[in-house]
């Protein structure tokens, strides 16, 4: 039972345009919001996050939105550039663990065709 | 510098071996943890320590056995290889604040692939 979810496994988009990547999630335990990128052969670095009591956060080019209602979150990225391709993974985190477990979607590669 | 690191990037062996891969990271951190990404890409938790103690124990099978021998190190020694066991193994850290926004950092991954 997948409790969170990246229904696309991949989006290409042109540089200078907008990419959206969406991420849906099943537990409304959840409390906090994380994206991560990964480049081929690297771990995953963390790219921006989100806590539940807030439906927007922005961070330069990248701002990830929550709709708590939907179970829905995602990362939008603009303009996009040829070095935002990778995969991006959504992750979330139970408001009541003390642990840090992170429950992650399986990822959508972004390819930024110059 | 590397901040978390793996070793060895890639291990190849045969089905019934013993094997280990070690994790070490310089940033300090309280806690540490091993993923497994598997065929599906899906990326999920198998283990946690927090100051040496086991804090996330996911349901795996028991011929895997993570050490840390201080809080540097999370090395996980997997008995028995089954083909199953063929994924990509990450290591990572974090500073282990309870109920705060706490970044996890990844290391590069271990390849294990099971003849």
């Known amino acids: 039972d997948q409790q969170v979810k990246q229904n696309s496994p991949s989006l290409s988009v042109q540089e200078g345009r907008i990419s959206i990547l969406n991420c849906d999630y099943t537990?409304?335990?959840?409390?906090?919001f994380l994206w991560y990128k990964k480049y081929p052969a690297e771990g995953p670095t963390f790219l921006i996050s989100?806590?539940?009591?807030?439906d927007k956060n922005e961070d330069g080019r990248f701002t990830v939105f929550l709709n708590k209602s939907a179970k829905h979150l995602s990362l939008h990225i603009v303009p996009s550039q040829p070095g935002d391709s990778a995969v991006y993974f959504c992750a979330a985190r139970h408001g009541s663990s003390n642990t840090g477990k992170l429950i992650f979607g399986q990822g959508t590669t972004l390819q930024v065709k110059p | 510098d590397t901040a978390v690191s793996q070793t060895p990037k890639y291990l190849v062996t045969q089905m019934g071996n013993d094997k280990s891969i070690k994790c070490e990271q310089n940033l300090g951190h309280d806690t540490m943890y091993w993923y497994k990404q598997d065929s599906k890409k899906f990326l999920k938790i198998m283990f946690s320590y927090n100051n040496k103690e086991l804090i996330i124990n996911e349901t795996v099978p028991n011929r895997f056995s993570p050490k840390s021998p201080d809080k540097a190190h999370l090395n996980l020694h997997i008995n028995s290889l089954e083909l199953g066991d063929s994924a990509v193994y990450f290591c990572a850290s974090s500073h282990g604040a309870q109920g705060a926004a706490d970044t996890q950092y990844f290391g590069p991954g271990t390849r294990l692939t099971v003849l």
């Open positions: 537990n409304s335990m959840f409390d906090y």
């Open positions: 989100i806590s539940s009591i807030k």
